[in-house]
């Protein structure tokens, strides 16, 4: 079985536990990959080094490294690639971890194939100019950002659901969850959490001027389009990745995409167990 492995090299524990990750799996017979410009980190080692999109094309898994921003990055790059996701915690507070660095001998029920693969849902984000022409386009994991650029300070935002008006916010900005993202930024916004096999969307004032603007949770087959009131520049971000700017009179348009993201899950711990052990914890 071949395994792609993506750390995060920021990560202050994360070339210990890469190295604890690639021991164990050519201890069970392995092929481990890696692109070719970790070589000098990790030329020690029986690896075979290339080009990520060569690698990742033969790779069986993709094994991350990291916490939950890194697991994001490598979800995008496996699921482009239809391949499943393990995700190895190197920091502290990752929902989306399936093993910690303590329980890296569960490798082996991977080659066993004694694991499922969890569906998440991901979002179809795109900016549309005046003339509905698609200027930008990502799918996200987590959430999708509408904001001020610049100097914060307080904005209109007005979203639409199905071509119907459903709200208008004013806020420093508002967050288009998944459900996986309403542990992220939305989370921290004062949004609710949400169990995964929920498919639904979130929406989430950042900052709200209105003690009545609270969170709505809306169906998994919404279609939101937001829009501001163009007193100043608006940028959007996916996924916590570099901000795009929304030009004048442009429009995002927010919708469940076609693909899912795919994460294996070894354990038999349950959304609650694990929303309970990182809260608590």
Request: net charge negative; proline share 3%; charged share 20%.
């Amino acid at each position: 079985m071949k395994f792609f492995i993506i750390p995060n090299m920021t990560r202050e524990n994360a070339f210990s536990v890469t190295i604890d990750v690639i021991k164990e799996l050519l201890a069970l017979d392995c092929e481990v990959l890696m692109d070719k410009s970790l070589e000098s980190h990790f030329s020690g080692y029986v690896i075979h080094f290339g080009e990520q999109e060569t690698l990742l094309n033969i790779a069986d898994i993709v094994v991350s490294v990291g916490g939950d921003g890194s697991f994001i990055n490598a979800a995008k790059l496996a699921t482009e690639n239809n391949k499943p996701l393990l995700c190895i915690n190197a920091g502290k507070l990752a929902y989306l971890a399936c093993l910690e660095s303590d329980e890296l001998n569960l490798l082996s029920k991977v080659i066993k194939r004694e694991y499922i693969t969890e569906k998440r849902m991901m979002l179809d984000v795109s900016i549309l100019d005046k003339s509905d022409r698609i200027i930008y386009h990502s799918n996200c994991i987590n959430d999708a950002v509408v904001s001020r650029s610049g100097v914060i300070r307080i904005m209109k935002l007005s979203v639409s659901c199905n071509n119907a008006p459903l709200i208008d916010y004013m806020a420093d900005g508002v967050i288009v969850a998944t459900p996986t993202g309403s542990t992220a930024y939305s989370l921290s916004a004062g949004g609710p959490v949400i169990d995964p096999c929920v498919e639904s969307i979130l929406l989430t004032p950042v900052c709200a001027h209105s003690v009545f603007s609270r969170s709505v949770v809306l169906g998994g087959n919404s279609e939101l389009e937001i829009t501001h009131d163009n007193s100043g520049e608006a940028i959007l971000s996916c996924d916590g990745q570099s901000a795009v700017l929304i030009p004048e009179g442009a429009k995002v348009s927010v919708k469940r995409s076609q693909n899912y993201a795919s994460f294996i899950k070894i354990k038999n711990d349950t959304f609650i167990d694990v929303l309970n052990k990182k809260i608590s914890g």
